[in-house]
């Protein structure tokens, strides 16, 4: 017939997690480890010495042994100041390693989170994958440091009592210990359940660092739409449900307490009754009585500490659980075994019969087309129709589903990640900088730039004007996210950086978009300027970049409807100029975006 496994107080599915956090992050520092594997032994070895202490004291009284109750006093000094200098080191030697150890694996996970490739990261919201290094490594954290410094000082305390009990009445502490087997497997089923509450709660403030990220970015909208009762109630409905999760594992972690309180009142009932009986029957001394009743207690606080822990050791489980998922996902988008560095020598891109999926979803369907090496080549489309998806592949953000993306004839998937993405400069419609100057920002494009190379970059993207007007010229910082400037003056800066890095294969996704009317002739200029020569995929709008284009291809649903020359097209008299009728009647200079189903 077969049994069941036994139950313990930490469950089989967490060995794996412990075992793997030994292993990687705690085994390196197997020294430091040892030195506080010392301090823990001299502090259980100090804390088994109170009942002998005890012990002797009662027998010397009742012996009438003056010189020994004299020594009393001493040795209970010199024992605690011995345990409060080793508490001091393993302290401090604990903060050590467990800050040490935190920072290595938050750098490794930021290391596999930058790794990643687009699609794997668009899967959560920034603040969810943040939450991570914050909630999730404080749990991780708290259970480091208990494992470093309860764990270790009471479970050894807790064994080096019990020998001293086993010293002083095997058969009283038997009787004693009867208890723990009873204990075991409620204090494992609180565990589980810990466990499934805290992943639970992680997962939902993950929700909801994503939510006050997104209301408190789009609060100049929500202000101009009304919407602050809505935003307020939303976030009630997700305080709530955290509150309701975190009261679950405030009430299940309650329950170890009395589970722990009351079995340690039958252990000690049980002791008392049995030997007092044989204090009695003058089979035992009060010094015996004594220092055994003192050892239990010490057992039993270092016993219920231990229990207490592995509700800790489960909360961190959970977090671990969080943390090693996102480690061990590996980029899909890697080098081929053999790929070689990319050598451009025109730059023409040939897509053929290209398509790609977002999940069940086709964005592309079968794409045929040459991109001249050279020439700029304009993409228009509704919203949806692909232009985004299609030049993310060029620079393998995202990896064609089926068919092939060649530069030069030479298939993408061949050549070196860092050779391809070396060749290729982006500036999207969205400027992103970082948190920097705007030196730094620029010089992003070429970390060996001198100062002369980045202010020509500057003047050439007509950003060095405005530069020089900030306070600090190029050493002003930017700002979270460029905050500190304006949507027009990120955008030139993101040019300047895409014209210092000097690449052979351009893309532009509506680079110009947030730009006003002088700003954007002054950066025409130095488009053209930037793309003579180049190989250019250019995303826009507006009708003056797109007549600059040697070639416009119109996409609609992930396919391509028609391309050739603007005037061509007009000629044509297909969707293009239908869309050039509609939507350049009103000034002839911008465009608005494409609406395929009006067209």
């Known amino acids: 017939m077969a049994t069941k496994p036994a139950r313990t107080l930490v469950s089989h599915d967490t060995l794996p997690y412990v075992r793997r956090l030994w292993a990687e992050w705690m085994r390196p520092h197997w020294r430091q480890l040892a030195l506080i594997l010392v301090t823990v032994i001299i502090l259980a070895g100090a804390s088994s010495l109170y009942p002998v202490v005890i012990k002797k004291a009662f027998d010397a009284f009742d012996q009438q042994n003056k010189r020994f109750v004299q020594l009393v006093p001493f040795v209970v000094i010199l024992v605690t100041a011995v345990k409060g200098f080793a508490m001091l080191a393993q302290s401090i030697l604990t903060n050590r390693i467990v800050t040490r150890i935190e920072a290595d694996m938050q750098t490794a996970l930021y290391a596999s989170l930058i790794d990643s490739d687009v699609a794997q990261l668009g899967r959560e919201t920034p603040a969810a994958l943040t939450q991570r290094f914050t909630t999730d490594f404080a749990f991780i954290r708290e259970a480091l440091t208990r494992l470093s410094t309860v764990f270790l000082r009471d479970l050894a305390t807790a064994i080096a009592v019990v020998g001293v009990m086993f010293w002083i009445d095997w058969e009283v502490t038997l009787i004693a210990l009867v208890v723990l087997p009873l204990l075991a497997p409620a204090i494992a089923r609180i565990g589980k359940k810990l466990r499934r509450t805290a992943l639970s709660t992680q997962e ?44 679950k594992s405030a009430n299940q972690r309650s329950r170890l307490d009395p589970i722990l309180e009351i079995g340690g009142g039958f252990a000690v009932a049980g002791v008392l009754v049995f030997i007092g009986w044989r204090i009695i029957k003058g089979q035992t001394t009060i010094g015996d009585f004594t220092g055994f009743i ?26 671990l659980s969080r943390v090693f998922a996102v480690m061990d996902e590996r980029p899909t988008i890697q080098d081929r075994p053999g790929a070689q560095p990319l050598a451009v020598a025109g730059g023409a891109i040939t897509f053929e019969n290209v398509s ?125 996210r460029g905050s500190r400037l304006s949507g027009g003056e990120r955008q030139r800066i993101a040019l300047a950086r895409a014209l210092l890095k000097d690449a052979p294969i351009l893309v532009l996704d509506e680079a110009t978009s947030a730009l006003d009317a002088e700003s954007e002739r002054a950066v025409q200029d130095a488009l053209a300027v930037l793309t003579k020569g180049r190989t250019s995929l250019v995303i826009a709008h507006r009708l003056s970049t797109i007549r600059m284009a040697d070639m416009i291809v119109v996409l609609d649903r992930g396919r391509v409807a028609e391309s050739g020359s603007h005037d061509a097209l007009l000629a044509r008299g297909g969707i293009y100029a239908k869309l050039h009728r509609l939507q350049a009647g009103a000034d002839g200079l911008e465009m608005a975006e494409f609406d395929l189903t009006r067209a």
């Not at 057992?299 to 822990?309: C, E, H, K, W, Y």
């Not at 964005?363 to 020439?375: F, R, S, T």
């Open 204 to 247: 939902q403030t993950a929700l909801m660092a994503g939510m006050v990220s997104e209301s408190l970015a789009s609060i100049r909208t929500a202000k101009t739409y009304g919407l602050e009762g809505y935003l307020k109630q939303r976030a009630g409905a997700f305080f709530e449900q955290i509150r309701r999760l975190k009261m």
């Open 294 to 319: 003192t050892a239990l207690l010490l057992a039993a606080q270092s016993l219920r500490t231990l229990g207490n822990l592995n509700a800790i050791l489960q909360e961190a489980v959970a977090s």
């Open 356 to 480: 790609f999926r977002y999940d069940d979803q086709v964005a592309l369907h079968g794409i045929d087309l040459v991109v001249p090496a050279g020439k700029m080549t304009a993409l228009v489309g509704r919203s949806g129709s692909g232009k985004s998806t299609l030049v993310s592949l060029v620079p393998r953000l995202f990896e064609a589903t089926d068919g092939a993306v060649r530069i030069d004839g030479v298939d993408v998937r061949d050549v070196t990640l860092a050779s391809l993405r070396a060749k290729v400069a982006v500036v999207t419609q969205e400027a992103v900088l970082f948190d920097d100057t705007v030196r730094a920002n620029i010089a992003f494009g070429r970390p060996d730039a001198t100062q002369d190379e980045i202010e020509a970059a500057a003047r050439a993207a007509a950003a060095h004007d405005f530069i020089m007007g900030l306070p600090d010229g190029y050493d002003s910082p930017v700002g979270d």
